[in-house]
């Protein structure tokens, strides 16, 4: 017989004697096997139970903050069940529902299900068609396996609006002194990529440190499209920043920006004048550019990092690129003749310096003529990052994106996003194995020309959030098509061009379009700006594809919102119990036996501390819990306040017993020689190893450390401070302090009187003659005993390359230092002494060594650098790259403009009209065409108009189809 009720499952009953066998068909196992799995995965979470008491459930959501009206979205619900305060694992089946709450107690549900095997739910929504305006959207969460019922709940601000991809365009790309800046703006609906009418926009020219400068105001028409003029007073050359951004507050718009350049109105080499085009010469050498995944690099994987090699002027150079990090080679490659190259490396953790997590990266770049180029990068290394990479960075619309994603080894998933202008689109769950993910999926068709981006990251069990993201770019359709027609194949000087467009579908089929038409002359070959920057066509890709390629894999879109940061509000709600905890741990640290050391020489709080404290009554049972209701352990301590770790606790106690043990050895040794003078240096360690004893005798605190252990020479002779070097640094530091001040008395008698000869202007800094101490001694500025080092030998004044950073005299001596042979009395031993004035005996050294010197932990933060490489923070230039950076304006000049047009409406059949009056002379004229119709179809042509003498006399009409 078979049960209607199980798809596919057969149950067979035979009677065998007095037994009953029961067979199960496939989808009776299918169905057992399912069961199964279930029982495994909820395993864990049901013995966690039984050990350990459900405190609270955290809910994380992930999602945008926009959302279009009667638009369809998707968020990210992670559940976890909370055991305590760094105790979280997936909670898997829990109810989630999701509302919509307007004005006047207006609901809209959106959703009501559960949660899968790993605790990840991706609801589809489809928002409400609401009126434009700000609203609350409601999730809660609830646990189905607590005995008391434990749920959840993140409620944020949405708003329902349509956001606008802004497009600008200027008619120059450099301009002369007094010229107007004229500039075409365009305005698309992100969700649907139509135009979007009636929108206020607002212009404004900012300065290199961002003050504004000028200001206008355009709207756009039935199409999307707006015009303005601004006029600036350019004196010299100089360079400024348009933004354009939406005003409109029914419609959110990300601001879109683009550099200008002005040059001086000067006359050129042959008496041209301004206004008149002028050639700009090539100049020999190489311009280099890295990108490099947020600027991170993650330990132990290969990492990609894009670079790109042109000529001052633009043109793609190939180079081969080599990579240093570290002061060792780490990775070489080439750069094709596109430019476009890629290097690969896997960072060690003995990359950074002194254990700070970053490292200086630099690239040198060589073509086969000799030029070099040299890029330096700071880069952050990243222990458990998730780094984010795809195949490339265009693609058209169906087509697969293959996805690659490195983290660290022990996460066993990553969560993968696809968004648009930051609504999620498409949620995936990506297995990792042994740190890397793959995944893969097609483009959908109605993303055609719209830029997305992909999100990878995971949430931690102490609820940070480490992430990486993409921007991706999907070839639009290009339906539209445009016919030329001229009245003349060839023209000559002086003559009337008339020139008749017309717009069509792929069919044929006339399409009312609105055209923007830029004419300027131009040489045969010469670089030009190209046309409006929207997607490209596949006619485009092979021309734009490489350079737009690396222009995109360059941005770091940020990071999708998190709703909720339930970690980061424990740690706040933890926050009055650091004083109490601080004063209690200071005290037992005076007289109990509160840490141990590791093999590493860390310090670590012995468990139980917070408990015994609290029995003892040093502690106050309300400031001994957390908020999770938990005793704090020693671990939790430590991550939640790291300032009041054992490292920085128990090192500084440490600090100040060793140096108080350093300074009676200090006193000690300096009573037992008579004197610094009379200090004999190649005994110095014999001298300490013999004093040790009675200075432990006379001070008992300082015999033992924080774990209880005698402290004795073997142990302190190779710490910093009570190495012999240090003890003779100290020694001669008042004889280095008084030879720099009399150098710097030196310095200002010959500043006074024979300025050009000891005063380096460029460096601010003196310059001075290698027995400038002997002068200085002569002179009766320096005793004569001092200008020597202990064991009698005179002490070497030597030049740095670079400059010093602390200064106890004369800031023009930040390039000197004064050098001592050492015990050996040869020059450039390993035993010489280098003194620059500013010695401690080793404390800081010390300090380094013993306290940890980390910040607090941010927690729940999203690591994800947002900003693009070359562009700091502020939107500012650095590092002489970004738009505005030196090499453009050195090398961009004002083509002539002849026709600019920002709005040249077609009639109904598409066809459109304008007349040009050439020039009198032989010239080219470039003519850039940007079209796009009501339904947000665009296309993008370019045509060459050749004014010259002819051989030959030719007539009649000629038809060209150019793009």
């Known amino acids: 017989m078979r049960d209607p009720g199980l798809r596919g499952a057969r149950w067979r009953w035979r009677l065998t004697g007095r037994r009953w066998t029961i067979r199960f068909g496939p989808g009776a196992r299918l169905l057992g096997l399912g069961a199964w799995a279930v029982a495994c ?48 694992r997936p909670l898997p089946l829990a109810r989630v529902r999701i509302e919509l709450l307007g004005p006047q107690g207006r609901r809209a549900g959106l959703f009501d299900g559960r949660t899968d095997l790993c605790g990840t739910l991706s609801p589809e929504l489809v928002l409400p068609d609401w009126p434009t305006g700000p609203y609350r959207m409601r999730v809660e969460a609830r646990s189905p396996f607590a005995s008391r019922e434990m749920e959840a709940s993140v409620e944020r601000e949405v708003w329902l609006r349509r956001r606008a991809h802004l497009v600008l365009r200027t008619d120059r790309r450099a301009y002369l002194a007094g010229q107007p800046v004229r500039v075409r703006g365009l305005a698309f609906y992100q969700d649907d990529g139509r135009p979007a009418s009636g929108l206020g926009l607002r212009l404004r020219a900012v300065d290199l440190e961002g003050r504004e400068i ?44 683009q550099s200008a350049c002005f040059v001086p109105a000067a006359r050129g080499e042959a008496g041209s004048a301004p206004g008149e085009q002028r050639t700009v010469s090539d100049e020999a ?31 793609p150079a190939a180079a081969r690129v080599e990579l240093f990090a570290a002061g060792r080679a780490a990775g070489a490659g080439r750069t094709g003749p596109d430019g476009l190259g890629e290097l690969f490396c896997t960072p060690e953790p003995g990359w950074d310096d002194g254990g700070s997590g970053r490292v200086a990266l630099r690239l040198v770049a060589r073509d086969e003529g000799g030029a070099i180029a040299e890029r330096r990068l700071g880069v952050r290394l990243d222990a458990r990052g998730v780094l984010l990479d795809t195949d490339r960075s265009i693609y058209a619309a169906g087509e697969l994106v293959q996805v690659l994603v490195r983290t660290a080894p022990s996460a066993p998933f990553v969560f993968l996003d696809l968004a648009r202008a930051g609504r999620m689109l498409r949620t995936e769950v990506v297995p990792v194995s042994g740190g890397v993910g793959r995944s893969r999926f097609p483009i959908p068709p109605e993303l055609a020309g719209a830029r997305i981006e992909l999100h990878a990251y995971r949430i931690e069990a102490d609820g940070t959030i480490p992430a990486d993201a993409r921007a991706l770019q999907v070839l639009r359709a290009d339906p539209l098509e445009i016919e030329i027609v001229r009245d003349q194949p060839v023209f000559r000087p002086g003559q009337r061009a008339e020139i008749r467009l017309r717009v069509s579908g792929p069919t044929g089929s006339a399409r009312p379009a609105l055209l923007g038409l830029w004419a300027r002359e131009t040489k045969p070959g010469a670089p030009h700006a190209g046309c409006d920057p929207l997607p490209p066509t596949r006619s485009q890709l092979g021309r734009r594809g490489a350079a737009l390629s690396l222009e995109l894999a360059r941005e770091r879109p940020a990071g999708l919102q998190p709703w909720s940061r339930p970690v980061r509000e424990r740690m706040a709600a933890a926050e009055p119990d650091r004083r109490p905890l601080a004063e209690a741990l200071k005290r037992w640290a005076r007289t109990q036996d509160v840490g141990w050391q590791d093999a590493q020489g860390r310090w670590h709080y012995r468990q139980g501390l917070v408990r015994a404290m609290v029995e003892s009554g040093a502690l106050g049972a309300d400031a001994a819990t957390d908020p999770l209701g938990s005793t704090y352990s020693a671990e939790a301590i430590e991550r939640i306040w790291p300032v009041l770790g054992a490292e920085r606790i128990l090192g500084r106690l440490e600090l100040e017993e060793l140096w108080a043990l350093r300074n009676a050895l200090h006193a000690k040794l300096f009573e037992r020689s008579g004197g610094w003078s009379r200090l004999e240096p190649d005994s110095v360690e014999q001298q300490l190893q013999a004093l040790l004893p009675e200075v432990l005798e006379a001070h008992p605190v300082l015999a033992a450390d924080a774990s209880g252990r005698q402290r004795k020479w073997e142990s302190l002779r190779g710490l910093p401070g009570f190495r012999p070097r240090d003890f003779l640094l100290q020694a001669h530091e008042r004889r280095v302090q008084q030879a720099f001040f009399a150098l710097s008395r030196y310095g200002r008698e010959n500043e006074r009187w024979w300025r050009v000869s000891v005063l380096d202007a460029e460096r601010d800094a003196y310059r001075l003659p290698p027995d400038a101490l002997e ?51 040869v020059p450039g031993s390993e035993d010489d002494l280098v003194f620059t004035g500013t010695c401690d005996g080793g404390r800081a050294e010390l300090k380094r060594k013993l306290t940890a010197d980390e910040g607090p932990i941010d927690f729940g933060r999203l690591q994800i650098d947002a900003v693009e490489p070359g562009v700091s923070a502020k939107g500012e230039p650095v590092d002489g790259e970004g738009a505005c950076g030196p090499l453009a304006c050195e090398h961009a000049r004002p083509d002539e403009l002849v026709l600019f047009e920002p709005a040249l409406a077609t009639d109904d059949e598409g066809r459109a009209r304008i007349e040009l009056v050439l020039p009198e002379r032989e010239a080219v004229w470039r003519l850039d065409i940007a079209a796009h119709d009501r339904l947000g179809a665009r296309g993008c042509w370019q045509h060459t108009i050749r004014v010259e003498q002819p051989s030959s006399d030719r007539s009649g009409p000629a038809r060209s189809r150019d793009r």
Request: charged share 25%.
């Open 41 to 88: 995965l909820l395993a864990p979470c049901a013995g966690a139970q039984e050990r350990d008491e459900l405190r609270a459930v955290d809910l994380h959501v992930i999602g945008g903050l926009e959302y279009p009206p009667a638009g369809r979205a998707s968020l990210r619900v992670v559940t976890q069940a909370v055991f305590g305060l760094f105790d979280r």
């Open 214 to 257: 000028a200001a206008a105001g355009l709207h756009t028409d039935s199409l999307g499209a707006g015009a303005a003029e601004l006029r600036l007073d350019a004196a010299g050359a100089s360079c400024v920043r348009l933004v354009l951004d939406c005003e409109a507050a029914t419609c959110a718009a990300v601001p879109v920006q």
């Open 285 to 315: 050498g190489l311009r280099l550019e890295v990108a490099c995944g947020g600027r991170r690099l993650l330990l132990g994987v290969p990492n990609r990092l894009l670079v790109r090699s042109t000529r001052p002027d633009g043109t």
């Open 775 to 825: 002068r200085a001694v002569r002179r009766g500025l320096l005793a004569p005993d001092l200008s020597r080092d202990l064991w009698g030998r005179p002490l070497v004044l030597r030049e740095r390359d670079t400059p010093r950073e602390k200064i106890l005299y004369s800031p023009r001596l930040r390039f000197w230092e004064l050098v001592s042979a050492g015990q050996d009395g």
